[in-house]
């Protein structure tokens, strides 16, 4: 089953979102001094925000907990993850108290949090997400559903990418420990409802890229014709390529500009059409394996910064944050890969006969 789920982990891109992870991580140090200093308390940050909360600010109080164990993952402090999981495990929509005060206590236990200016914002985030959320809040408190689960009830569920409180390293190593028939086939069956939906959401968005290229190559064809028509682009597709890597900046819709991984696909015929039609396949940096399809034209080099002085007023809360962190880790990820040619590149010292 291991590797079967690892098959689907490659095929559907989600094994190199957790390589690029990786490589962002283990190139920690090549980040600027207050780069590494502002990761390392970046999840104090978030724990701190419970000071202003209280127990009915439940969705607020998982939203925090949920972004200081992803901090503290980027951060590398295993001891904090773990104590963050202990904390969520505690977590309960109809008394979230209890989940708040062993989070603050973990931040205690740490150093605790010295505010700054740049606190004074987090109300205004706390609003974003009470509208973002508020019919989620509203459903809970009407089916009256707990949503808080046993440690091992959320790792039954982590396989292929995870979830935001459970790693995939912990499904797989549960599966190797695991003795006994029952707990063996609820792993099976929790992975193949997983897997299917997955793969079926490949075929449909594989489907979605033969599609727009056929629609797109007709519409070439007839491009002097005043009967050509515009063909809307499908948000996401799928095929199976190679991840280069050579990361750019990309142009999506209504989105700012967002780093991507280059890919190459290992059919030389889509290959030819994509070229054909100006076209390219990316590897958007934070998304879970889809892939993009893209002009040329929407293509930019890679930089520390974003192309222009994009207003990013107008996004989100959430995209504000994805788009820090994808630049984060893009960033990391080329710096290592830049570090790893520099060294290629050096003369070997010949040897003294």
């Not at 897997?195 to 599609?211: N, Q, R, Y």
């Not at 290959?271 to 958007?284: A, D, N, P, Y």
């Amino acid at each position: 089953m291991l590797e079967l789920e690892n098959r689907v982990s490659e095929i559907t891109g989600l094994a190199m979102v957790a390589k690029e992870t990786d490589e962002a991580d283990d190139n920690m140090s090549t980040s600027p001094v207050d780069e590494e200093e502002n990761i390392q308390v970046a999840w104090k940050k978030s724990i701190n925000r419970l000071k202003r909360l209280t127990a009915k600010d439940h969705l607020k109080i998982h939203t925090a907990l949920v972004e200081a164990i992803a901090a503290a993952r980027k951060a590398q402090d295993t001891v904090v993850v773990n104590e963050l999981k202990h904390a969520l495990v505690e977590y309960h929509p109809q008394a979230a108290g209890l989940c708040k005060t062993e989070a603050l206590k973990v931040l205690e236990d740490h150093g605790d949090y010295e505010e700054d200016s740049d606190d004074e914002d987090d109300d205004e985030d706390d609003n974003e997400i009470e509208a973002e959320q508020g019919n989620e809040e509203q459903e809970t408190e009407e089916s009256g559903i707990a949503s808080c689960l046993m440690v091992e009830a959320m790792i039954l569920n982590s396989s292929l990418d995870g979830e935001a409180d459970v790693s995939r390293s912990e499904w797989i190593s549960a599966v190797k420990k695991t003795k006994t028939v029952s707990k063996m086939a609820a792993y099976v069956s929790a992975f193949y409802h997983k897997a299917l939906a997955k793969v079926e959401k490949m075929d449909e968005e594989h489907s979605a890229l033969i599609d727009v290229m056929g629609a797109w190559g007709k519409s070439s064809a007839s491009r002097n014709k005043k009967s050509s028509q515009v063909v809307s682009e499908p948000s996401e597709v799928w095929a199976n390529v190679s991840f280069s890597d050579e990361f750019c900046l990309v142009k999506v819709e209504n989105w700012p500009w967002w780093p991507a991984r280059k890919c190459v696909p290992k059919d030389d015929d889509l290959t030819s059409k994509l070229e054909s039609l100006g076209r390219i396949l990316v590897s958007l940096v934070g998304e879970r394996g889809s892939l993009r399809i893209v002009k040329t034209d929407d293509l930019a080099p890679f930089s520390e910064d974003l192309p222009g002085e994009e207003d990013l007023s107008n996004q989100t809360r959430e995209v504000r944050n994805q788009l820090d962190d994808a630049m984060d880790v893009a960033r990391r990820v080329v710096r290592g890969n830049e570090k790893k040619q520099s060294k290629g590149k050096k003369t070997p010292i010949k040897s003294i006969k």
